[in-house]
């Protein structure tokens, strides 16, 4: 079979379209070999379809507790340094993710603990991260910025009345006011995160 090939010294010629490693091996991957199936599996299998589907899970599933966000926070802050369209969708998300567990810690003592390490992490993750992403190579959304900046913005306030002011002004009264804020507002940021998400994911 091969004979041919060798007579006329076409060898390496056979062998290089029979393993075209050199063009890659996804050079046309729409054809229907084992390539395109790798290629199917590698699309699906991105760090941003990971995170997509932890938000799917979690803005959508039913009886969802406050500790799942992390499906969503964790592969998503391994892409948050990609550039800093990805980061201005990811601040939100990042700050939902500690806000929401606020209720977890309600005891007299956890306060100080839960809001020394939210403020150090938030200053931290803003000074830091900002440092370190790239400038896009895209234009960034203008209003997906504000949004984030707003929203981290409100959170100090918050945080403030849902631990603190709320039970000086109303003592025992009225307790599902601060659970019902944190919810909201987490669920605000969350949401708003996936929306900045897909804009970026889609148009990147």
């Known amino acids: 079979m091969f004979g ?7 060898t390496n010629q056979m062998l290089a379209r029979l393993f075209p490693f050199a063009r890659g091996l ?4 729409w054809a229907p070999n084992i390539w395109s199936m790798y290629s199917f599996t590698d699309r699906i299998l991105l760090l941003g379809t990971v995170a997509l589907c932890g938000y799917s899970s979690f803005i959508f599933g039913w009886h969802v507790h406050e500790k799942a966000i992390l499906l969503v926070v964790v592969p998503f802050s391994l892409l948050a340094l990609k550039d800093r369209r990805y980061l201005g969708a990811f601040r939100p998300l990042a700050v939902a993710g500690h806000v929401s567990l606020f209720p977890l810690l309600y005891t007299a003592a956890e306060f100080p603990i839960k809001t020394v390490y939210t403020v150090f992490w938030l200053i931290l993750f803003l ?3 900002d440092r370190l992403a790239p400038v896009p190579t895209r234009p960034r959304v203008f209003l997906l910025d504000r949004f984030a ?3 981290i913005t ?3 306030p918050l945080i403030l009345y849902c631990s603190l002011v709320h ?3 109303f003592g025992e009264r009225f307790e599902f006011l601060p659970l019902m804020f944190t919810s909201s507002y987490s669920a605000i940021g969350v949401v708003g995160s996936w929306i900045g998400f897909l804009v970026v994911h889609f148009t990147s």
Not at 4 to 10: I, L, M, R, S
């Open 4 to 10: 041919p090939f060798v007579y006329w010294k076409q």
């Open 154 to 156: 409100v959170s100090i």
């Open 149 to 151: 900046l707003l929203y």
């Open 127 to 129: 000074l830091v991260f």
């Open 26 to 29: 996804c050079h046309a991957y």
């Open 167 to 169: 039970t000086l002004i």
